[in-house]
C-alpha cells in the first residue's frame, strides 16, 4: 500500500489530514433487529445494508496516510459485552454485533418496530452507556406511513419514557424508512449515499423537501418503462401540516407523561391540566387519549416548566441503500 496518495502529494500534510477528515463517511448506527415493510424491500436482504453499514471507511484501503486519519478518528465499537448488564438484549437486538464508528459524525439509531419485544424504556437505558460515542441519536417510530400515526407513535412509547429521553437535549425521529435499490456506480455518481457509496443509510429532514426530492429523482432513474413511483413519495412531500399535528400532540403527550408522574408521586399537579369540552380523558393508555379533544392547558406555568426540560424532537426520513436486486425471494 502507497504511503501517499499521488494527487495530494504536492499538499502540505496538515491539508491532506483535513481533506482525509472530510472524507470519512458519517454513519447511522442501528441498535435493533430491522424489519422490512414488504413494499419496500425481502426481509433476507437487510443484512445486505448492515454488513455494509458496519465495514471501515473505504478511503482506508486508499493509502497509509489515509488509513492512520480513519484508525485515529474512528474504531470498531463491539454491541455484545459478556459482562454487560444488557448483554442479551444487545445479543438479540445487534446486526451485526460489532460496527465501525466515528464519533465526530456518527448517529446513534434505536428501531422501534412495533412488534420488538423489548420494553422501549429498557432499551433507552442501555442505549445511555453508547451513547458519548455519537454526535446525535435516534429513534424511530413508522409514523408516516399509517393514517393513524400519531396514535401508533405514542403507544409505543410508555408514560415513563420522557424521563429517559431527557438524557439528550434532542432526538431526531425516523418517520419512516426507505429503501432504494440503484447500482452502486448510480449511487456514486450522485453522491446521496456517500463517497463510494460508503453511508448506506441516511437520515434527511422529514421538512426538507429539496433534500427528499434528490433521493425521489434518484429512484426514477431505476424504474422500468411504465413503473409509477412509490406512493411513500408523494406522502412525504404533501405531510407539512400531518408533521405540524404530530409534533402538538408530542408535547401535549410529553406533559400528560410528567403529569401522571408527578400525581404517583403525590406532588402538586393542576386541576385544570386539559382544554376542551367534555369529561376528562382517561389516563390509562395513551390510546385512549385524544389530544385534539383534549388539548393540554399550555398557559399554565406547570405546563411550561414541563416543557422546558423536553428534548428537541425532529422528525427525519431513513433512506437506505440497497445494491442488490431485493425485488428477489428469499
Known sequence: MATEFTCFSFLPAELRII??????????????????NSLHCAPWKSQNTFMLNSMPPVIMSVCREARQVALK???????????????????????????WVT?????????????????????????????????AASISVWFIGKWDGVSDFLSMLSWNLPDELETRKEWLVNMMSIVIKVPKVLAIELGLFGMNADEPIKLV??????????????????????????????????????????????KNWWVAAKFLKDRELNK???????????????????????????????????????????????????????????????
Open 103 to 135: 464519533p465526530a459524525t456518527g448517529i446513534l439509531c434505536l428501531d422501534f418496530a412495533i412488534r420488538y419485544k423489548h420494553d422501549v424504556k429498557m432499551l433507552v437505558s442501555f442505549h445511555d452507556d453508547l451513547v458519548k460515542k455519537f454526535r
Open 205 to 250: 429532514d422529514a421538512s426538507d423537501h429539496e433534500a427528499i426530492e434528490k433521493y425521489y429523482r434518484l429512484s426514477l432513474k431505476v424504474l422500468a418503462a411504465g413503473e409509477k413511483p412509490r406512493w411513500y413519495f408523494y406522502v412525504i412531500l404533501e405531510q407539512t401540516k400531518r408533521l405540524q399535528r404530530w409534533s402538538e400532540d408530542v
Open 19 to 36: 481533506i482525509w477528515k472530510l472524507c470519512l463517511p458519517t454513519r447511522v448506527t442501528e441498535i435493533d433487529a430491522w424489519t422490512f
Open 268 to 330: 402538586d399537579v393542576p386541576d385544570d391540566l386539559w382544554e376542551g369540552l367534555g369529561k376528562k380523558p382517561d389516563m390509562g393508555t395513551v390510546r385512549r387519549v385524544d389530544f385534539r379533544h383534549h388539548p393540554v392547558n399550555h398557559k399554565l406555568p406547570w405546563v411550561k416548566e414541563k416543557l422546558e426540560s423536553m428534548p428537541i424532537l425532529r422528525p427525519t426520513i431513513m433512506f437506505r441503500l440497497c445494491l442488490l436486486d431485493c425485488a428477489q425471494e428469499g
Open 73 to 99: 478518528e474512528g474504531c470498531y465499537l463491539c454491541f455484545r459485552n459478556k459482562d454487560s448488564k444488557n448483554n442479551a438484549i444487545l445479543t438479540n437486538a445487534c446486526r451485526p454485533p460489532c460496527a
